[in-house]
């Protein structure tokens, strides 16, 4: 069955810099629409980083542009999320998800997360001022 694995979660001061990622099992990697999500308590989820996996292109909301950069590693089947700068605004649990109905073309970061049928258990990120 699909798995997804996150890690590299903990806790930082502001400006500060956390890599997580995501091991991804159970299905073909490449192909797909996969990416980070996070979601503050009280707060709705929200689409922070895509990419369409083997090669295709990524895709961010603005509050990380510049900050946050998304990669993999297909070879290992593995998704990465570079967080750099980090601030206290940015404190959420973060999930990675993939989505297996979103193609090339529309994979973007605003897509609604009900697009993404699959997703990992979370992991914390704690940014204090």
């Known amino acids: 069955q699909v798995q997804l694995v996150e890690s590299g979660g903990g806790s930082v001061q502001a400006g500060g810099s956390l890599r997580l990622s995501c091991v991804a099992s159970?299905?073909?990697?490449?192909?797909?629409?996969m990416g980070w999500f996070r979601q503050a308590p009280g707060k709705e989820r929200e689409g922070v980083a895509v990419?369409?996996?083997?090669?295709?292109?990524?895709d961010y909301a603005d509050s990380v542009k510049g900050r946050f950069t998304i990669s993999e590693d297909d070879a290992k089947n593995t998704l990465y999320l570079q967080m750099n700068s980090l601030k206290p605004e940015d404190t959420a649990m973060y999930y990675c998800?993939?989505?297996?109905?979103?193609?090339?073309?529309?994979?973007?970061?605003?897509?609604?997360?009900?697009?993404?049928?699959?997703w990992g258990q979370g992991t914390q990120v704690t940014v204090s001022s």
């Open positions: 990419i369409y996996t083997g090669g295709g292109s990524t």
């Open positions: 159970g299905y073909t990697y490449s192909n797909n629409c």
């Open positions: 998800a993939r989505s297996n109905i979103i193609g090339r073309g529309s994979c973007r970061s605003a897509q609604p997360s009900t697009l993404f049928p699959y």
